[in-house]
């Protein structure tokens, strides 16, 4: 038997130490046991087993490394490992510190790429052990800030690691009469909203940078249109022009209106102060065909002279005068224009413009024209029929003469002036149909070697003109009237006649008709002529006398049943209503009311009908009200809506029984 056997038997019962006298029970597993003093030999012992070194093994040791600390101690370890043993990591009791790390254990390796043991945990120790400590470096953070520059509202300061992607914060600060531009960095880097910073490498500072807001006002120098001020910075657009002025194009702004000051163009920038700027224009040069052949310039909205014109001539929308002479040809009497036509635009004609055309057979005058100058239309021979403009005022010196085929013309009421020899030799001249109610002053001799019987017609109620039969200008005066007589048809009342001589309105209507309204006036009593409201217009000049029937229409009165049933009856004029014509299931009729909720006219049930213009009635409905007693009972009464039955369990009465209801507590009324 070998010794191993024979331990394993000497063993195998409980037995003393012979080292210590103690009584040992052998544990179970227990495969080798060093009994010093009884072998002196070394044997193999449990592999879990941590203790101190046997004499003779070999023992290992474990060190501790800071690894390069900045600051603080090692922890140390005086233990003799046997083989095997476990070995318990010590933490970082010394406090290590490594600037710009933090302590993340320990490790075999130096680098960190051995094993790492966290303070606590347990490794085998099978040689001299050196654990390092382990740091992780901690990256470096950096922050951005930014600096409202004297405004407000600057974002908040932000804090990144280093090489982190940044992006400029979107919040705007605001600074009153600034406008915010960009932010810039100490380096002068400028940076957008949003925009972005790159990777950061150190502390940023971002400032608010600001150009200062300017106001713009703008003045169309001449133009017409409306252009609201702005405010503006050196870097922003002055907004588009949006000024006209006829007969121009608009080439830029100054700051002064003579354009000798700073230009600038149509939506430049660079405004460095509050300006006023002026619209700058330039005059557009129209060259405009005649009909046949020639042509006419036009030069700032003025038509300033032709050049051989044949046919007709259609001055051109904006043109606002007509320079002196401007169509004038020599020889008299060689012209070639046959018409003209004018814009609405056209206010004044100058001395001579059409003198001599004497192929323009109508002339059309629009109502913007004011002046007419000297001799402008004169010598034109064949002209037959001349309409002049509401608002012309003046009429120059030989302004129509020799006129000889124009037989009558109208002077509008606006004409204060007609000058000497207006309408001299227009041979054929007869009739001077004058509207104003005051006499224009006139020059010497405007109607000289006209028609020796031409007649100065005037309105009814005009001064200075003269009477029947006076001379004004060497004409003879024909004061003209006419007579509205005014029929009541069918209706009643009394109107005086109406005379006049003008464009005047007709007196307001006096007659009534019972049952009708009025609804104008007519030249026919049927209402099939010419038709007039009250008060219109009407032309007394005409001198032709009229009689004006009176028009009726009749009052309509509608019956609205206002959530009720039936229809109404007959309702003419002077019958009565009936409150009995519409009916509503649970309410009871209380009359008429012009508005259906009540708020307008209450009338009774039995209204007659003298309403003088249409009006709607709606009928005024009040709910019906039961009232249950218990006469001498008790309970309360249920819900009795319309069409619903009533319950005699609602109420009670010791020592009697419900035999019903009745209008009466005595039971003499209805049952």
């Given at each position: ?114 094993d790492t043991y966290e303070a606590g945990s347990e490794f085998r120790i099978s040689e001299n052990t050196t654990l390092y400590a382990k ?91 409306v252009m609201s001020g702005s405010t503006a910075t050196s870097s922003a ?435």
């Open positions: 038997m070998d010794t191993r056997r024979q331990l394993a038997k000497l063993f195998s019962q409980p037995f003393r130490s012979p080292l210590r006298g103690l009584f040992v029970r052998p544990r179970r597993g227990l495969t080798w046991l060093l009994v010093a003093g009884i072998i002196g030999t070394l044997l193999p012992v449990n592999p879990g087993m941590a203790g101190p070194a046997v004499a003779g093994q070999p023992t290992y040791t474990v060190t501790y490394d800071s690894n390069s600390a900045t600051s603080g101690s090692v922890p140390t370890d005086p233990t003799a490992y046997a083989n095997k043993a476990r070995v318990t990591v010590a933490s970082n009791s010394g406090s290590l510190v490594l600037t710009g790390s933090t302590f993340a254990g320990w490790n075999t390796e130096s680098g960190g790429s051995g740091w992780t470096a901690v990256p470096l953070t950096y922050t951005v800030t930014y600096d409202a520059n004297g405004g407000i509202g600057a974002p908040s300061t932000s804090t990144h690691n280093e090489g982190e992607s940044v992006t400029v914060s979107a919040t705007l600060p605001t600074k009153t009469g600034y406008l915010f531009v960009e932010w810039q960095d100490a380096s002068s880097a400028t940076y957008a909203p949003s925009g972005s910073l790159g990777s950061i490498a150190g502390n940023v500072a971002l400032t608010a940078q600001w150009d200062a807001l300017r106001t713009v006002s703008f003045d169309a120098n001449s133009g017409s249109g657009a002055l907004p588009s022009n949006t000024f006209t002025r006829a007969g121009y194009v608009f080439t830029g702004w100054n700051m002064v209106a003579n354009g000798t000051g700073v230009a600038y163009a149509d939506g430049a920038s660079g405004i460095t102060s509050d300006v006023t700027l002026y619209a700058q224009w330039a005059a557009v040069v129209l060259t405009v065909n005649c009909g046949v052949s020639g042509d006419f310039t036009v030069i700032n909205n003025v038509v300033t002279e032709s050049d051989s014109c044949v046919g007709a001539v259609v001055i051109p929308s904006g043109v606002t005068s007509v320079a002196d002479r401007a169509f004038v040809t020599t020889p008299w009497g060689s012209s070639g224009v046959t018409s003209l036509s004018f814009p609405a635009s056209l206010e004044t004609i100058g001395q001579s413009s059409f003198e001599g055309l004497h192929l323009v057979r109508s002339l059309t005058l629009p109502d913007g024209v004011t002046t007419i100058g000297q001799s402008a239309f004169g010598r034109l021979s064949a002209l037959e029929s001349l309409t002049l403009g509401n608002s012309l005022q003046s009429i120059g010196e030989k302004g129509f003469w020799s006129a000889t085929s124009l037989t009558a013309v109208t002077i509008p009421a606006a004409v204060a002036t007609i000058g000497a020899n207006a309408f001299s030799k227009s041979s054929d001249l007869a009739l001077i149909n004058f509207l104003g109610n005051t006499a224009p002053a006139l020059g010497e001799s405007p109607f000289d070697e006209i028609d020796p019987a031409a007649v100065a017609s005037v309105p009814y109620t005009s001064t200075g003109y003269g009477s029947d039969g006076d001379s004004f200008g060497a004409l003879t005066v024909n004061v003209r009237n006419s007579t509205v007589t005014f029929d009541a048809n069918e209706g009643s009342g009394d109107m005086a006649n109406q005379v006049d001589g003008a464009l005047v309105g007709l007196n307001a209507n006096a007659f009534a008709r019972d049952g009708y309204v009025f609804a104008g006036w007519n030249t026919v009593a049927g209402g099939t002529g010419v038709a007039y409201a009250d008060g219109a217009l009407y032309d007394f000049s005409a001198e032709v006398d009229v009689t004006l029937y009176a028009q009726w229409a009749a009052v309509v009165v509608t019956f609205n049943a206002n959530e009720g049933s039936g229809s109404a009856g007959s309702f003419a004029y002077g019958e009565a209503a009936s409150g009995s014509w519409f009916t509503r299931d649970g309410y009871v009729f209380t009359g008429w009311n012009t508005v259906a909720g009540g708020s307008g006219v209450g009338y009774a049930s039995g209204v007659v009908n003298n309403f003088a213009a249409d009006v709607t009635l709606y009928a005024q409905w009040a709910a019906v009200v039961v009232t249950f007693d218990a006469n001498e009972g008790s309970g309360s009464a249920g819900s009795f809506a319309y069409g619903e039955a009533a319950s005699g369990s609602w109420f009670t009465r010791d020592g009697y029984v419900f035999t019903g209801w009745n209008t009466v507590a005595g039971g003499s009324g209805v049952g």
